[in-house]
């Protein structure tokens, strides 16, 4: 038997760069033995208090409803529902374009399953110290000067990858190998270069 991989990835569904994470990392489940735990993380708790420039701050604002949708959700409906739904926002946010947020929770609710009447809990603010604790456990792995996505592999965590457009087939595979060979690695921190280019869906 082959051994399997623990993964974990988070996400802010609002965030086009871990939208195009989420589908590469997608494409290595198809390849690689791992088995992936889809959590929640906050770039809006991240953010607060921070100054922003102002598009970016209208962003993460915004991204407080979102993200206490999903956070309802998997209280009452279990971890389960958190993929499926996620996948239901971020296709509506990102490849679709789409900024109207009462519409894209209503219609991802009802494509998921969910009851509708979860889509009043986007202005419950009772959600926001949960939101704060998962993000300070994200925080807690990588650092607060990183946002979304974060991986961790069998408990070694790091930001992104950051890629566009999300490779597939054995390309994908190969980019996780080489993502787990170095975060992996002891003392590495960090490779980075500018992008050059924006989230190509």
């Known amino acids: 038997m082959t051994e399997r991989t623990r993964v974990e990835f988070w996400f802010d569904p609002v965030c086009p760069w871990a939208w195009m994470t989420s589908r590469w990392l997608?494409?290595?489940?198809?390849?690689r033995p791992i088995d992936v735990t889809w959590?929640?993380?906050?770039?809006?708790?991240?953010?607060e208090g921070r100054d922003l420039p102002?598009?970016?701050r209208e962003l993460v604002d915004r991204a407080w409803r979102p993200a206490r949708v999903v956070a309802a959700a998997t209280a009452g409906h279990g971890q389960g529902v958190v993929k499926p739904l996620y996948d239901a926002l971020g296709t509506r946010f990102h490849p679709g374009g789409?900024?109207?947020l009462d519409a894209v929770?209503?219609?991802a609710l009802a494509e998921v399953g969910l009851p509708a009447a979860l889509a009043a809990e986007a202005d419950n603010t009772a959600w926001d110290d949960g939101l704060r604790a998962a993000q300070a456990r994200v925080v807690g792995l990588v650092g607060d000067d990183v946002g979304t996505p974060v991986i961790s592999v069998?408990?070694?965590?790091f930001f992104g990858p950051?890629?566009?457009p999300a490779p597939m087939g054995e390309a994908a595979a190969r980019l996780f190998d080489g993502c787990v060979l170095v975060a992996g690695t002891p003392g590495f921190f960090e490779l980075k270069r500018s992008?050059?280019?924006g989230p190509q869906f």
Do not use: H
């Not at 997608?26 to 390849?31: F, G, P």
């Not at 959590?39 to 953010?47: P, V």
């Not at 069998?154 to 965590?157: K, L, P, S, Y």
């Open 105 to 107: 929770i209503a219609e």
């Open 39 to 47: 959590t929640q993380m906050s770039l809006s708790a991240l953010n």
């Open 154 to 157: 069998d408990g070694v965590a």
């Open 26 to 31: 997608m494409e290595v489940e198809a390849l």
């Open 98 to 100: 789409r900024t109207d």
């Open 195 to 197: 992008r050059s280019a």
């Open 54 to 56: 102002p598009d970016y």
């Open 162 to 164: 950051v890629v566009t």
